[in-house]
């Protein structure tokens, strides 16, 4: 279905002589007495030809032909064009997105390929909250682009590779407790780590030792190299426990060590082509004074005035690093899926890396790189009530599985207490769904880039902008039809829909929204608008059954009513689907 903007959009085009690429912005408009969209074309049309936007407006307006799909379409202000749709036109278009089951999200018009890298934990450590949000945001974001209709590729880019082997290897080899292992091995490991690292700040000799074991894994040793891969088995066994408590799948999981072999051809080109150089004993790769000074990676102003700020590619003791293995990955993805867009989902603190990245690479490889959308799709940190970042209270970093307990049984609590007639058994897949969706949704919720307070008692509120509310909004709409079936009354659907209640107006137009929000939050990389978009969507489904009675309205106006309940609980189980968020039958 093509959006309503769209519609507009091209109805005002041929209202308009010579129009050329102008773009122009039909938005909904903010308050309900100015219509329902608003388009400033004539203001933009007027600022090119220099030309009075009322008169232009007017002109526009004598030549629109928009009869079939607005009631009114009044100039306002400096040049707007407001739009009030005709309540037989939505009710027609309400009972199309019925029968569709994209519900009115338009198809696009070349569906593209898109590399989602996200989630990438590093092996033999715990999955920390600060893995979450690239988890949940980007796992969101691939749902909402395979739901528009593009092709998706969700790569893990797990650290699997570098200088921590090393101590890890001589760590498994003198302090490994072999119950502790088997009890929890990456509470082990990371015990393990921590221990030979402070030894290594402290002992030259380990560190040494430590080096040693690192060298004869990168040789190629059998007994490291077995070591390392069983490190990686138990590391993935417990980062797909997480995955399948939170629903979240990959299509492939390559691992930095999967470019190994990669590395060096791709720093002997960089210094063959001249993008990098020898600089204290490693290669770097410096600004080539092309962009203005202030959008260069390569360079950073202090007091002094701008000086060089280098992404190294290979580190003096001839090992390559993250920069590096980046490159090689973006390379090999590009052969391998020709991708339209790569989408790297991390924390904000990695933005410096990426843009260096980016840039190292179009000056490596131009052609590939004018094929592809590079995005940093970056987030803040998760603070604590303190403002700090988000600890124990002994000041440890919270580890995800037991953050996801913790929300299982906080929701159980209030979900044994609500529904004590429930055997254990449901108040526990209950809880689940509650706990595990309201950690989600308290995620996607806040703007990406902003830090946000981590508050149990807010995100498990049935009150309010949450997933429990949102949950317990479907909830209600599935309670109607179990209360009619308990009635007696075999619904079939198939009822009309009729607009006729300015509830019911409001209800159809809110429907009708969902085909615009989707596409925008691919654009931007934002779930948070289709999180706001479900939220005004349960706000404006209870104005509606507020105001107009369901079960106890007859004949044609109960069946569509019935209608409006059920695309409502649709789009919010869809909605909140996207979201990576399942909804309950009973909560
Ligand atoms: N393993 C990294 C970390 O935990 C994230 C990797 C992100 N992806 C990438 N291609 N660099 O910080």
Known sequence: METIPSLLQHRLLAAIDDPGDAVLGITQ???????????????????????????????????????????AVEIAGAGFLNFRLRSEWVQAR??????????????PSKPR????????PNVAKPMHVGHIRSTILGDSLARVAEFIGHKVVRDNHIG????????????????LIPSALEADPLLEMERMYKDVSARCKE?????????HELVKLQAGDAENLALWKEMIRLSQSQFDSIYGRLGVRFDVTLGESFYNERLKPVVEELLAKGIARESDGAACVFSDGVEPKEQDPFLIKDKEGWRDNPAMVLKSDGAANYTTTDLATLQYRLETWHPDEIAYV????????????????????????ASVKLSHVWFGSILGDDGKPFKTRSGETIRLADLLDEAQERSFAQVSERNPALSVEEQREIARVIGIGAVKYADLLPHRQGDYVFSWDRMLSFQGNTAPYLQNAY??????????????????????????????????????????????????????????????????????????????????????????????????????????IEVPERM
């Open 29 to 71: 408009t903010s308050d309900p007495r100015f219509g329902d969209y608003q388009a400033n074309a004539a203001m933009v049309l007027a600022k090119q030809r220099k030309a009075n936007p009322r008169a232009l407006a007017q002109q526009i307006l004598d030549r629109l032909q928009v009869d079939d799909i607005c009631s």
């Open 94 to 107: 309400v009972e199309s997105m019925r029968g569709d089951e994209r519900l009115g999200v338009p198809a």
């Open 113 to 120: 390929c898109l590399v989602f890298d996200f989630s990438s």
């Open 160 to 175: 699997d590779w570098g200088t921590q082997f090393g101590m890890l290897l001589l760590a498994w080899k003198t302090i």
């Open 203 to 211: 002992d030259a000799s380990v560190l040494e030792a430590a080096r």
């Open 346 to 369: 991390t924390d904000g603190r990695q933005q410096l890396h990426f843009r260096q990245m980016f840039a190292v690479f179009r000056r490596w490889l131009p052609e590939a790189a």
């Open 475 to 580: 909830v209600r709409i599935r309670s109607i039809f179990r209360k009619l079936a308990e009635a007696g009354v075999e619904w079939a659907g198939g009822g009309q829909i009729l607009l006729e209640h300015p509830a019911e107006i409001a209800l159809g137009k809110r429907l009708l929204e969902f085909g615009e929000v989707l596409p925008m939050v691919l654009e931007d990389h934002r779930p948070n608008t289709l999180a706001n978009y479900l939220y005004e969507l349960a706000n404006t489904f209870h104005s509606f059954y507020e105001a107009c009675p369901v079960l106890k309205s007859e004949g044609a106006q109960k069946a569509s009513r019935l209608e409006l309940c059920e695309l409502s609980a649709r789009l919010l189980k869809t909605g909140l689907g996207l979201l990576g």
